[in-house]
C-alpha cells in the first residue's frame, strides 16, 4: 500500500512491544494477509526497525520452538521489507552494538531462524575472532549441532579443528551433518578422511575418543563400530572424489576382505577357476607386504605348502618372512607338478562341454575389435534394420571398491556371429585420433533405433556402468527404443511355472584344483544362467563371470564365455516367441516388454495416439492440438491381411466382414507371415512377442499387434478401428464364396456359414431350397438374408436345434410349432471326393449336408414367428457393432 513508505501516517518512534501484541492476536487468530499488512506498516512507522525486532525477540519466547513460529514469520518479512527500503541498513558502531545483541539471541535461536538473523545483521561482516569464540561457546556447552551449523552459515570452518569439531557429531550419528560440514573445502575433506582411518588401526579405542566429550553418555560409540566406519569412508571418498590412497587402513582391511571373499569363492562355492582366481589374487594383493603375508596364510588354511610355495614364488617373498614348513617347500617345487595341473584342465573343459551351454557357431565367427577398422565388420550387420541384437556387457569385479565400475568388453550378437568391442582399446585410440565421438555415436544409435530389437538381461544395470565408462552416454536409458529385458521374462517365468523353485539343475562339476578334489555339487544355478537352463536346457559355465575384464589380453576362455553370455540371449528370445504358451507365459508378452524402459505405460498409450500407423505403412504425427491423425478410409475389398496362428479365430470374423485374408496352419513358423505380406502387400496382425519380430521384417506400419486375451469380435472391431476400415451391409460374407471343408455343417448351395466359410454345390438344383448354415438357433444372431426370406431354412448342424422360416416343404405332416421326437438323417452329397451316403430321403427334408450330420428337428417356426422378428434386430445389432460405422445400403 502506498501508505507503508509515510511515516506521516504513523506516530514517529512507535513502539515495537505495542506493535508485538497487535500481532500476536493477529498471529492467534490465524488472519494471515492482516498481520502481513500489519507488520508491514509496523515496521515503517518504527523509528529503528533493527533494533525493533530485537525488542520484539527478546521478549517473545514463542520463537524458541520447532517450526514456523511468530518471531521466524515478523523476521522474513523483515528481510523482505528491507529489500524494498534499503535505507534503513545500519553501518559501523550502530550495527556492531545490534549483532552483540544479535549473539545473545543466537544462544537459544531455532535453526530457521538463523538465515533471517544472519542476513538482517549482516553477521558475516562481524569480527571473525568474535563469531569464533562465540561458536567456541556453543562447543564448550555440549551445544555441537548448534555450534556447527552456525560455523556452516558463517563459513567459519577453515579456523576451526575439523577432529574436534566433527567427532562428536559423529558419536551423535550426525553424518550428514559432518558431510555437510566439509562439503565446500576440499583440505577439510582430506583431513576428515585421514582421521577416520586412523579410527580403523586395530589398536585404536573408540571409547577413549568419546570419553573427551561432555554430554554424550546416552550415546553408544559402539555404533560407530570399524565395518560402520569403513562403509562411511568409502562413501565420502567415491563423493568427494579424493585418492584411495589416503586411508591406507581400511584400504588393506578391504582388501583382505577380498582376499577372504575370493578363498571362498574358489574353495568352498567352488565357482571360480584357477586361472581366474588367480588373476583377481594377483590384483588384489599387488606388492603389498602386509596382504601378502595374509594371502600365504590363507593359501595354508585352505590348500597346501605347494600352493603356498608357488605363491611365495610367484610374490618374490623373502624365505626369513616366510612360515618355515613354506620356506622348506619352495626348494621343492617341480615342473612336472605344472604338466599335471594342465592335464587336469583338459579334463575339466571336456566335462563342462558336456554339462553347459554350448555356442551353436564356429570359433572363427566370434570377433575381437580392438581398433575403428576393425570395427567397420559390425557397424552395417549390427544396424540392419530389423536385426535382432543380443548385448551383454563385462567389467572387472569391483570387490565393494569406489566408483561405479566400468565396461571392458562391450558384446554384440547376431544370428552365426558376435562381435567383441575391446571398449578401453577403442575409447582410447578415439582419443588419440581426434575421433572420441565416433563410438558413443555408434551405440546410441544402436539403442535409439526402433527398428532394431536389442535383447539383454537386466539392461539398467548395463546402461548405468556404460554411462560411468564414457559421459557422452548418459542417459541412454532415456533414449532407448525396442529394447526386450529378458530379465522381466526371468520374473515371469519364476511366477508361473511351478518347477522354477526347484532351483535349477545341480551340476556335479569337480574342480581341477588337487585340493578341491572332495568332490561336492555346484551351487544351483541362478540369474541368466537359470534362465538359459530353463528356456534352452543347460545352463550357462559361469566360472568366467569374475575375470579380470581389463587385463590383456583376454584369455580364450574369457573369449568363449563372453560370446555365450550374448549370444544365448538370440537363442532363448527366439524359443520364447516361438512357442511362449510352453512356458507358461501368455502370447501377448511383447507389448509389455519391448519399448523405451524408463517409458511408463500411460505415456506409452500417449505416444500411440500421436503416431497411428496407416495401411500404406506411413504415419500421421500429431500437433500439439490434434493428438492422432487417422489413415483414409477403405472398404474391407481393399484391406488385405495375413493372421498369425494364435489368430484365426479373428481372421475367420474379418473374412465374415468382407476382409480379405490368408492365415497362417497351427505348425506353420511365426516368420511365414512375414513371407506371405511382403510377397502379397498385406497387413500382418499378430500378438505377443512375435510382434517385435514380425514388425522388423516389414514397413512402418504393417505389421499390428493385437490383444490375444480378447474375444474375436473386440479384436476385429480394435483392428477396423485402427486401420480405419468401413464396413457396409453389403460387405457382410462378401468373400464366403471360397470352397472350404468345414467339419460338422449343413451346406447347401449359396449358403454361408458364420464362421466366413461357403460351399456351393458343384451341380446347382434349382428345385432345392437353399439354405443358411449357423452354429446356434434362430433365437441367436440368425443370418439377416436369409431370415427375411421365408423360402430359406434355417439350420443346426450336429444335433442342435432346427428352426425354420419357411412354409411347409412339400407339406410336412404336422405344420406350426410342434415337436418332433424322431431324428432324421439327411441324405449327403459328398465333396472333394467324399461321395454320398446311403440314407433315407424324407419329402419335406431336402438334401443339405455335405457329410452324414445327424440333425434333430425339434420345432417349426412360422414367418411371423416372434423368435424371427427378435433375431432379425438382434442382428441388425450386432452388425452395426461388429464393424462401426455400418453403412445401411438401399
Not at 572387472?396 to 568388453?409: A, D, I, Q, T
Request: neutral net charge; aromatic residues 6%.
Amino acid at each position: 500500500m502506498s501508505q507503508e513508505g509515510n511515516s506521516g501516517d504513523r506516530p514517529a518512534g512507535q513502539d515495537p512491544l505495542l506493535l508485538l501484541k497487535t500481532l500476536q492476536l493477529l498471529w492467534t487468530k490465524k488472519e494471515m494477509k492482516k498481520l502481513k499488512e500489519e507488520i508491514r506498516r509496523g515496521f515503517a512507522g518504527l523509528e529503528d526497525p533493527l533494533a525493533g525486532l530485537l525488542d520484539m525477540l527478546e521478549s517473545n519466547g514463542d520463537w524458541k520452538g520447532k517450526g514456523h513460529s511468530l518471531g521466524y514469520y515478523i523476521s522474513s518479512e523483515l528481510q523482505l521489507w528491507m529489500k524494498e527500503h534499503p535505507a534503513v541498513q545500519q553501518s559501523g558502531m550502530k550495527l556492531k552494538k545490534l549483532q552483540a545483541r544479535v549473539f545473545r539471541i543466537l544462544d537459544q535461536c531455532p535453526a530457521n531462524l538463523l538465515d533471517p538473523l544472519i542476513s538482517i545483521y549482516q553477521l558475516h561482516t562481524a569480527d571473525r575472532n568474535y563469531l569464533l569464540g562465540h561458536v567456541s561457546h556453543l562447543y564448550h556447552r555440549g551445544d555441537y549441532k548448534e555450534a556447527a551449523i552456525l560455523s556452516i552459515k558463517l563459513k567459519l570452518q577453515p579456523d576451526q579443528d575439523v577432529e574436534k569439531m566433527c567427532a562428536p557429531l559423529l558419536f551423535q550419528d550426525k553424518i550428514n551433518l559432518v558431510e555437510d560440514y566439509v562439503a565446500e573445502y576440499p583440505e577439510l575433506q582430506c583431513r576428515l578422511l585421514e582421521i577416520l582411518d586412523t579410527w580403523c588401526e586395530p589398536d585404536f579405542n573408540i571409547r577413549d575418543m568419546a570419553r573427551q566429550y561432555q554430554g554424550l553418555s546416552r550415546y553408544k560409540p559402539d555404533k560407530l563400530n570399524r565395518k560402520m566406519l569403513s562403509k562411511l569412508i568409502f562413501r565420502l571418498l567415491d563423493r568427494f572424489n579424493v585418492d584411495p590412497a589416503l586411508c591406507p587402513n581400511v584400504i588393506n582391511q578391504r582388501h583382505l576382505r577380498t582376499l577372504n571373499y575370493l578363498f571362498y569363492k574358489r574353495f568352498v562355492e567352488k565357482t571360480m577357476t584357477q586361472e581366474n582366481w588367480a588373476d583377481h589374487i594377483q590384483s588384489t594383493v599387488g606388492e603389498n607386504r602386509w596382504l601378502q603375508g595374509h594371502l600365504i596364510q590363507l593359501l595354508l588354511r585352505y590348500c597346501d605348502l605347494n600352493t603356498a610355495a608357488r605363491w611365495a614364488q610367484r610374490c618374490s617373498l623373502p624365505e626369513e618372512v616366510l612360515p618355515s614348513e613354506v620356506a622348506d617347500e619352495l626348494q621343492k617345487l617341480e615342473i612336472q607338478e605344472r604338466v599335471e595341473e594342465a592335464t587336469k584342465e583338459e579334463n575339466y573343459k571336456e566335462v563342462k562341454k558336456k554339462d553347459y551351454y554350448q555356442l551353436p557357431i564356429p570359433r572363427a565367427n566370434i570377433r575381437l575389435l580392438q581398433n575403428w577398422e576393425e570395427m567397420m565388420q559390425c557397424y552395417e550387420k549390427v544396424l540392419k534394420p530389423g536385426q535382432i541384437v543380443g548385448i551383454d556387457m563385462e567389467w572387472r569385479p569391483s570387490f565393494g571398491m569406489v566408483g561405479k565400475p566400468r565396461v571392458s568388453l562391450l558384446q554384440l550378437a547376431v544370428r552365426d556371429e558376435v562381435f567383441l568391442l575391446d571398449l578401453p582399446r577403442l575409447l582410447e585410440q578415439a582419443e588419440v585420433k581426434g575421433e572420441k565421438e565416433k563410438l558413443p555415436h555408434f551405440i546410441q544409435r544402436l539403442y535409439s533405433d526402433a527398428t532394431i530389437t536389442k535383447l539383454g538381461y537386466g539392461m539398467s544395470g548395463d546402461l548405468s556402468s556404460l554411462a560411468a565408462t564414457c559421459s557422452t552416454l548418459k542417459g541412454m536409458d532415456k533414449q532407448s527404443q525396442s529394447v526386450v529385458d529378458l530379465l522381466t521374462i526371468d520374473k515371469l517365468l519364476q511366477k508361473s511355472s511351478t518347477d522354477w523353485k526347484k532351483g535349477g539343475l545341480k551340476v556335479d562339476v569337480l574342480s581341477p584344483e588337487q585340493s578341491c578334489e572332495d568332490g561336492g555339487l555346484r551351487q544351483p544355478e541362478k540369474g541368466l544362467s537359470l534362465l538359459v537352463q530353463h528356456v534352452l536346457g543347460k545352463p550357462l559355465d559361469k566360472t568366467e563371470q569374475m575375470s579380470n575384464w581389463e587385463k590383456r589380453p583376454l584369455r580364450e576362455e574369457q573369449i568363449l564365455y563372453a560370446a555365450s553370455d550374448a549370444y544365448c540371449l538370440l537363442e532363448v528370445y527366439e524359443k520364447l516367441c516361438k512357442d511362449p504358451e510352453s512356458f507358461g507365459l501368455s502370447s501377448d508378452l511383447t507389448e509389455s516388454l519391448v519399448g523405451k524402459p524408463s517409458v511408463k505405460p500411460r505415456a506409452k498409450k500417449q505416444l500411440n495416439k500421436q503416431e497411428v500407423p496407416s495401411p500404406s505403412g506411413q504415419q500421421c504425427k500429431g500437433s500439439d492440438k490434434e493428438t492422432s491423425c487417422p489413415p483414409a478410409p477403405i472398404s474391407p475389398k481393399e484391406f488385405s491381411v495375413v493372421c498369425d496362428n494364435m489368430l484365426q479365430g479373428l481372421g475367420r470374423y474379418l473374412r465374415c466382414l468382407g476382409v480379405d485374408v490368408r492365415m497362417l496352419e497351427n505348425e506353420d513358423d511365426h516368420r511365414k507371415a512375414a513371407e506371405i505380406a511382403r510377397q502379397e502387400g498385406r497387413v500382418i496382425l499378430t500378438s505377443g512377442l512375435p510382434y517385435q519380430t514380425l514388425r522388423s521384417h516389414v514397413g512402418e506400419g504393417r505389421c499390428f499387434s493385437v490383444n490375444c486375451s480378447e474375444k474375436a469380435k473386440e479384436q476385429a472391431l480394435q483392428v477396423l478401428k485402427h486401420f480405419n476400415v468401413h464396413v457396409t451391409l453389403a460387405d457382410i460374407f462378401s468373400r464366403c464364396q471360397v470352397s472350404q471343408q468345414v467339419r460338422g455343417h449343413c451346406i447347401a448351395q449359396e449358403q454361408v456359414c458364420f464362421l466366413g466359410c461357403h460351399h456351393a454345390f458343384t451341380t446347382p438344383d434349382p428345385c432345392r431350397p437353399r439354405a443358411q448354415c449357423w452354429r446356434q438357433a434362430a433365437g441367436s444372431p440368425a443370418g439377416l438374408k436369409a431370415v427375411c426370406e421365408p423360402s430359406r431354412p434355417i439350420l443346426t448342424y450336429g444335433s442342435s436345434v432346427i428352426t425354420s422360416a419357411l412354409p411347409p416343404w412339400r407339406a410336412p405332416a404336422v405344420s406350426g410349432p410342434s415337436q418332433f421326437g424322431q431324428q432324421w438323417e439327411a441324405q449327403g452329397r459328398g465333396l472333394g471326393g467324399r461321395g454320398s451316403w446311403p440314407c433315407p430321403r424324407l419329402s419335406s427334408a431336402p438334401p443339405l449336408c455335405t457329410s452324414s450330420c445327424h440333425i434333430r428337428a425339434s420345432c417349426w417356426a412360422k414367418p411371423d414367428d416372434p423368435s424371427l422378428t427378435a433375431a432379425i434386430a438382434k442382428k441388425r445389432d450386432f452388425l452395426k457393432s461388429a464393424a462401426p460405422p455400418v453403412q445401411e445400403s438401399s
